[in-house]
């Protein structure tokens, strides 16, 4: 048990003092002096290999909690199968102005509007070559500078810097905060930008490319979304980033702008796992995530269609210790279900997803 998982219970009231992204910032210090945990062993029902890559379990660490790859071994510590780094920038940009990080206690959600502040390529590159013979899953999400002149060259940057050190790449076109990133979901220019990254994969070795979308996207949008990725070289698709719209909350910060993360993009983000399922027949593995916070939301979004997981906000609330509950959570399930793999489960529940939630 790492050090971070015995203290978190005492120091949450500590971190819960200081304002989202301060307490953000220690929790990164402390992961760093926390000391190497020993390995773990998982439920050989839980096991899972996608494209190409071997997971111990679904569960791993969205992209966004360690934006600079500072402390990627101590998640995967933590007991996650797999830890996601970035959003990463060519160039090191500052993000948006601060306060740009908000807990929503009552509603057990975040929003955030950071703008893909990062130290930028050559900063993680540094990182994660120093860290490459200890083995574990790490992906990286990369992004546009925010003042590109040409964002689909700054993806393709992004995949030629980290193809020979990240475990997969996440092409991120889906954060509410760089103004007019999400109109790379067009038909037309997804098919152009995934288009570009795949010419470059063609010249050279590169690791599994996943697409990470908005759960905001409209019925047609999301139809041609699924043709393209039919279409052009996916490895898979993570559903989904975070949301605009405003579900019932109770917080004095609920009208703060930015992405809504948490409890309650659940529903809305699970609703668009479940169709894009079935636009694409299950030949493209996808990523759930949004508002994963026990086993029962976990084994929840696996039926809806996800064949892997990753989780952030919730950790907020309740620290690593909810990586241990899930896991376990979902071998229990597994098995009371008369799974032989928790594969088996994957899109079970699809169709049932046949209304859009209300905001």
Request: charged content about 25%; proline content about 3%; some cysteine.
């Given at each position: 048990m790492s050090l971070s998982r015995r203290s978190f219970p005492l120091i949450r009231p500590l971190l819960h003092a200081f304002d989202a992204e301060t307490a953000h910032r220690l929790t990164i210090t402390a992961l760093k002096l926390a000391p190497a945990a020993q390995a773990q062993a998982f439920a050989p029902e839980l096991a899972a290999s996608l494209f190409g890559l071997s997971f111990a379990h679904p569960l791993g660490l969205a992209a966004g909690f360690d934006k600079n790859g500072e402390v990627p071994d101590a998640m995967l510590a933590e007991g996650l199968s797999f830890v996601e780094v970035g959003t990463v920038t060519p160039l090191p940009q500052q993000g948006n102005p601060r306060p740009r990080l908000f807990r929503l206690s009552e509603d057990q959600a975040v929003i955030n509007r950071m703008g893909f502040n990062n130290e930028g390529h050559d900063a993680l590159r540094r990182r994660l070559e120093a860290r490459r013979a200890r083995g574990g899953i790490v992906g990286v999400n990369i992004g546009a500078n925010k003042d590109a002149a040409d964002r689909i060259g700054d993806y393709v940057k992004g995949l030629e810097a980290f193809r020979d050190l990240a475990s997969y790449l996440t092409v991120n076109i889906s954060s509410p905060n760089t103004p007019g990133l999400r109109n790379l979901q067009s038909k037309a220019e997804l098919e152009t930008l995934l288009g570009r990254l795949n010419e470059a994969r063609a010249r050279k070795a590169t690791p599994p490319l996943l697409v990470k979308?908005?759960?905001?996207?409209?019925?047609?949008?999301?139809?041609?979304?699924?043709?393209?990725?039919?279409?052009?070289?996916?490895?898979?698709?993570?559903?989904s980033n975070t949301t605009i719209t405003r579900p019932h909350l109770r917080s004095t910060h609920a009208r703060e702008t930015g992405g809504?993360?948490?409890r309650p993009l659940f529903d809305l983000a699970t609703y668009m796992l479940a169709q894009l399922y079935l636009r694409l027949e299950g030949r493209i593995p996808l990523i759930g995530v949004g508002g994963i916070d026990s086993a029962e939301a976990a084994f929840a979004k696996i039926a809806a269609g996800a064949h892997l997981l990753q989780l952030y906000s919730a950790l907020v609330f309740e620290g690593p210790v909810l990586v241990t509950r899930i896991v376990d959570?979902?071998?229990?399930?597994?098995?009371?279900?008369?799974?032989?793999?928790?594969?088996?489960?994957?899109?079970?529940?699809?169709?049932?997803?046949?209304?859009?939630?209300?905001?």
């Open positions: 979308i908005a759960p905001d996207l409209a019925e047609a949008d999301l139809d041609d979304i699924a043709q393209v990725f039919l279409t052009e070289k996916v490895d898979g698709v993570i559903v809504l993360s948490g959570g979902l071998t229990a399930k597994c098995r009371a279900s008369g799974f032989s793999n928790i594969g088996q489960a994957v899109g079970r529940t699809a169709r049932d997803y046949q209304k859009r939630p209300g905001i």
